[in-house]
């Protein structure tokens, strides 16, 4: 998991996220506590307490997907892979 912060890494947290490092972004669930009211850049501060400013690159009503600028550094992480609609069973639940 993640927390973003708007400004400084030491700033409340505003919200909170997955980091998928394959794909270089971060993607959090829209809810009452966090809504759809994220800045459209933000700080990432990751697990290991390392942070990175990031862009929103998507959104929509459920979703917020930010990348990273390419070449930032950034923390390695389980190897993540989106799902196949074929790999999907009824009743699972995916983030895409």
């Known amino acids: ?10 700033d409340g947290v505003i919200g909170v996220g997955t980091y998928i490092p394959s794909l270089r972004l971060v993607v959090t669930a829209n809810t009452d506590a966090i809504g759809t009211n994220l800045p459209r850049t933000l700080t990432v501060v990751f697990a290991d307490k390392s942070s990175q400013r990031a862009t929103l690159l998507k959104s929509n009503a459920s979703t917020h ?3 990273f600028e390419a070449g930032l550094p950034l923390p390695g992480g389980a190897n993540s892979a989106l799902a196949t609609a074929e790999d999907i069973k009824q009743g699972q639940t995916v983030i895409a």
């Not at 998991?1 to 030491?10: G, I, K, L, Q």
């Open 1 to 10: 998991a993640v927390s973003f912060h708007r400004d400084e890494p030491t």
């Open 65 to 67: 997907l930010y990348t």
